[in-house]
Structure formats: structure tokens, C-alpha cells
């Protein structure tokens, strides 16, 4: 038994509890036990299966807790997008103050200077109807910057259409206002700053060839022969003519916006019928034509078809005391000189 023990002691390698016996009845000994090829196959598989196992729940863990390089990337290019979003975002609500600024002025100075209705807020600032034209941004995750961002962008790009087509428009009526007021008769007819030459106004006055009060539709300025005559705004020559019993040799201006000025009287008529003319150009020279007592030019200013007060068309030329002078002097009944 002792030997036994012995043998049997020597038999048991270290190695047992790695390796797997298995007790030989016949040669009383534990013999190692040698895997089959299913069983190898087994237990590879289960080895693999460990393996997979343990770098499954790895790569869980990594990724739950850890960022990726690629992650980390997006993540700081998503922070950069935030930041640059604040920034448009303010940039766009300044150009928004900015316009706003604009379409005040553009209602209150600009197009009131030219009679124009202002535009309502309703519709500079108005939505967009119909069918929503951000579906195709919704479903990310940032969708609501992107549309906010979108939204706002659209709205300034109409705010800012509706504002230069305004801006056209006052430019266009600036332009034709600049037309009309220089062609609305604003000059004496004769260089006659000391108001020396001024002899009759409008109203009823006594013919000093017919011998009775009568309509006086006009002023009559005296001046020697051969005197100058000019356009007192701009227009276009309608009438050259010669009246024997009444103007004499006469011009008229057709300047546009209902306004027609009459030159009589002349001596000398030195345009035709047609031709353009601009404020201060030459028509004729003073005369003593037609039904008239003395060298003189008679000037009438026709607005509408209605002869007016031309005393009231003199803004260019006179001064406010100047002016006030030329009411008192064409204001007194005295004899007209046609």
C-alpha cells in the first residue's frame, strides 16, 4: 500500500487541475483524457463566443462612456456651427433694426416729400402663405435653428425687395418732381430785379386805347425795344403767332402739369413752333405790336386752362421783401398798357 501510494502519487502530474483526466480501471491510473475533434471544435467555438463576448460588452462600455475621435469631432464642429449660428443670428437681427430704421424714413420723409402713400407694415413685414416651405428641413436635430435661421432670412430678402422697389418709386418721382418744378413757370419774363419796369397787374384795370375797366389777365412789364424775353420754365413752343388787334406778336409756352405761359407784345419772336425750350432761353425781344400803348411785354401764366395771378410764380427770382413789394405795386388799379 505504502508502494502504491507512492506510485500513484508520482502519477498525478502538477498539471491536473489545467488538463482533464480520466481513471483507467485496468491499469489502475488516471490517464489524460484526449478531446475529439467535435469536442474541439466545441470548444474552440465556446472560446470564441467567450472572446466576442467580452469585446462586446467592451466596445459597450467604451462607447457609453467614451467619445470616439470621429465623435468628438462632430461635437466640436457642432459647437463651432452653434456659435456661428449667435453670430448670424445677431448680424440678422441688426440688418432686421436696420431696415426698420429705413422703412420709417422711407414712409416719413421720403415719400411723404413726394405725396406718396406710405407702406404698411402689414406689408413689409408679412408671412408667407400656402404650404409650409420648411417641411424639408424639419426631422434633424437642430431643425429648429436651421428653419429660425431660414425663416429670418427669407423675411429680410422681402423686406429688403419691398424697400428698393419704394426706392425706385420715390427715385422715379423724385426725378419727374425735379421735371415739374422745372418746368412750372418760377422766373420774370425780363431781367427786372429792381422791379423798376413793372407796370400793371392782375385784375381789372382801365385799357388805356379802349378807355374802359376791363380784365386785366395778366402783368405788363415795360422795357426799351429789343429788351429780352425769357421762358420762364421749361416747355415746348406751342404757339408763334401774330394777333394785329390783340397780342401782336405773341409765343406760347406749353410747359406740361396744366401750366401754359403767354408772351405779347414782342417786337421780335426768335423761336418756332415745337422747339424745346429750358427756364431763362430767349423767345423774342420786348415790342410795341398789336393793341398796346407803349413798348412792353404783356405776360399771362395759364394753369388748368384757367388764367392766373402770375405774381404768384415769381419764387426764383425775388427776395421775401422783394416779393412783398411786387404784391403792393401789382396790387393798385391803375392803367394797364393793353
Excluded: C, W
Aim: glycine share 8%; net charge positive.
Amino acid at each position: 500500500m505504502r508502494n502504491f501510494a507512492r506510485v500513484s502519487k508520482k502519477r498525478f502530474p502538477s498539471s491536473m487541475s489545467k488538463a482533464k483526466y480520466r481513471y483507467n480501471p485496468k491499469t489502475l491510473t488516471y490517464e489524460k483524457a484526449e478531446l475529439g475533434f467535435q469536442g474541439k471544435v466545441i470548444q474552440l467555438f465556446s472560446y470564441i463566443g467567450m472572446g466576442l463576448g467580452f469585446a462586446a460588452i467592451f466596445v459597450f462600455v467604451f462607447f457609453t462612456f467614451f467619445d470616439s475621435p470621429k465623435e468628438k469631432k462632430l461635437i466640436r464642429e457642432n459647437d463651432q456651427l452653434k456659435l456661428q449660428y449667435g453670430i448670424l443670428d445677431k448680424r440678422m437681427n441688426e440688418m432686421n433694426a436696420v431696415l426698420d430704421n429705413l422703412a420709417e424714413r422711407d414712409n416719413t420723409v421720403y415719400r411723404s416729400i413726394f405725396e406718396a402713400e406710405p407702406i404698411a407694415n402689414s406689408v413689409r413685414k408679412a408671412g408667407f402663405g400656402g404650404v409650409n416651405r420648411y417641411k424639408n428641413l424639419e426631422g434633424y436635430e437642430n431643425s429648429e435653428v436651421v428653419i429660425d435661421a431660414t425663416e429670418k432670412m427669407d423675411q429680410l430678402a422681402k423686406q429688403m425687395y419691398i424697400q428698393s422697389k419704394s426706392l425706385d418709386e420715390v427715385y422715379k418721382l423724385a426725378r419727374e418732381k425735379e421735371k415739374m418744378l422745372a418746368s412750372i413757370p418760377a422766373i420774370m419774363p425780363i431781367s427786372n430785379k429792381d422791379l423798376t419796369r413793372f407796370s400793371s397787374g392782375f385784375g381789372m384795370r382801365y385799357h388805356p386805347i379802349l378807355k374802359i375797366m376791363r380784365p386785366h389777365n395778366g402783368m405788363d412789364f415795360t422795357a426799351p425795344i429789343g429788351s429780352e424775353i425769357y421762358s420762364t420754365g421749361d416747355g415746348v413752343i406751342e404757339k408763334v403767332d401774330y394777333n394785329r388787334g390783340g397780342f401782336g406778336k405773341y409765343v406760347v409756352v406749353n410747359h406740361g402739369y396744366g401750366y401754359k405761359t403767354i408772351y405779347a407784345h414782342m417786337s421780335k419772336q426768335k423761336v418756332r413752333r415745337g422747339q424745346k425750350v429750358k427756364r431763362g432761353d430767349v423767345l423774342g425781344l420786348i415790342g410795341n405790336t398789336g393793341l398796346s400803348s407803349g413798348p412792353h411785354l404783356h405776360y399771362e401764366v395759364v394753369k388748368d386752362g384757367r388764367k392766373v395771378n402770375p405774381a404768384s410764380f415769381y419764387s426764383n427770382d425775388l427776395s421775401p421783401e422783394e416779393y412783398e413789394l411786387m404784391i403792393q405795386l401789382s396790387s393798385q388799379v391803375n392803367q394797364s398798357f393793353d
